[in-house]
């Protein structure tokens, strides 16, 4: 199977970097799955996305993120986002409480959604 070079970066620290078959972006454009060999592109990330990747050993990697770009060339994915954290990192509770409470701001709904989602992403893979 073909793989490509990944990497997830966000403003503070590189996530992950390596070899992956597939992955996958909330984009402003909507959602893109990017494979080997896929066309040159430039997207912008949703502000509360999330990213998939699956490795090259068949590990799935799942990050909430918020806001920034991906670039992908034929046998390249870079992920640089404003801000990352991977699923398993998530407090889940707390984000769930920035959910229901009405004074947190737009940013920080999107956000507590992204690290929603990426967890329930990860449990229903």
């Known amino acids: 199977m073909n793989n490509m070079s990944v990497d997830l970066v966000a403003v503070e620290r590189l996530l992950w970097s390596g070899q992956a078959s597939?992955?996958?972006a909330q984009t402003t454009e909507g959602q893109i799955g990017i494979m080997p060999g896929h066309e040159p592109l430039l997207g912008?990330?949703?502000?509360?996305?999330?990213v998939n990747i699956v490795s090259s050993e068949g590990e799935r990697?799942?990050?909430?993120?918020?806001?920034?770009?991906?670039?992908?060339?034929?046998?390249?994915?870079?992920v640089l986002a404003e801000s990352a954290e991977f699923a398993d990192e998530v407090d889940v509770e707390?984000?769930?409480?920035?959910?229901?409470?009405?004074?947190a701001?737009?940013?920080?709904?999107?956000?507590a959604q992204a690290r929603v989602r990426a967890v329930e992403q990860?449990?229903?893979a």
């Open 94 to 103: 707390a984000a769930r409480r920035v959910l229901a409470d009405s004074e």
């Open 22 to 24: 597939f992955v996958s």
């Open 122 to 124: 990860t449990s229903n």
């Open 61 to 78: 990697i799942v990050a909430a993120v918020h806001g920034g770009f991906f670039s992908v060339t034929a046998n390249s994915v870079r």
């Open 44 to 50: 912008q990330l949703v502000e509360g996305g999330t």
């Open 105 to 111: 701001s737009e940013e920080q709904q999107k956000a």
